[in-house]
């Protein structure tokens, strides 16, 4: 096999940034060029569903303490912080806090966008299956965090706002899903 330009720099780019995939990278230079441009494929598939899920997460995190706020003003539940700070201060710091809570659900959204990204389902069904299962996760979080609320309208406040922040980070992020899906899609598709 001729060894081109090509192939020595996806060889290079694959054993830089695929250190986990051992041997990937000299299978695919025993092949010819179009096996490298698909293990490139892959592993830029792989790396998208993990951008994607932290955009969703960036995204319901800066929405969360503004459907705290208003919800705590719906149901006359004063939002922690907000009476000891300004409005902007305590949404910065309630975003910090909301990230810092979440933080460890990104590795399990990613593998559960990984499941679902390779189920034969339709687009669609994907997407609902990923709005129903994100924000399950998120409620699974603040179950197994063990808040106590203080009363009923509370209870609404605390564990339903970030659960609704969520739901609507996932619908807010639904073309990028649904690209997301079709690349997946093209790359399982046998090449010529």
């Not at 559960?112 to 990923?130: C, D, G, K």
């Not at 106590?148 to 609507?168: C, G, K, N, Q, Y």
């Amino acid at each position: 096999m001729r060894v081109t330009w090509f192939n020595r720099r996806a060889y290079r780019l694959i054993e830089t940034y695929s250190p986990l995939i051992p041997g990937m990278a000299r299978k695919a230079m025993e092949g010819s060029g179009a096996r490298v441009r698909r293990v490139i494929k892959q592993i830029n598939s792989f790396l998208m569903k993990g951008i994607h899920v932290l955009i969703t997460w960036v995204v319901a995190v800066a929405l969360y303490p503004f459907f705290l706020y208003s919800a705590g003003g719906i149901f006359d539940v004063n939002p922690r912080f907000l009476t000891t700070m300004d409005m902007l201060t305590g949404y910065v710091f309630d975003s910090i806090v909301a990230g810092l809570f979440s933080f460890p659900l990104l590795f399990p959204a990613f593998l559960l966008l990984n499941l679902i990204a390779n189920i034969s389902l339709t687009t669609n069904a994907r997407f609902y299956l990923w709005l129903i299962v994100l924000p399950g996760l998120c409620l699974f979080e603040l179950l197994a965090i063990g808040g106590e609320p203080t009363s009923d309208r509370s209870i609404l406040v605390d564990f339903f706002t970030p659960v609704v922040a969520t739901a609507i980070a996932t619908v807010i992020r639904y073309r990028p899903f649904t690209k997301l899906i079709a690349s997946i899609d093209a790359l399982k598709e046998p090449q010529p």
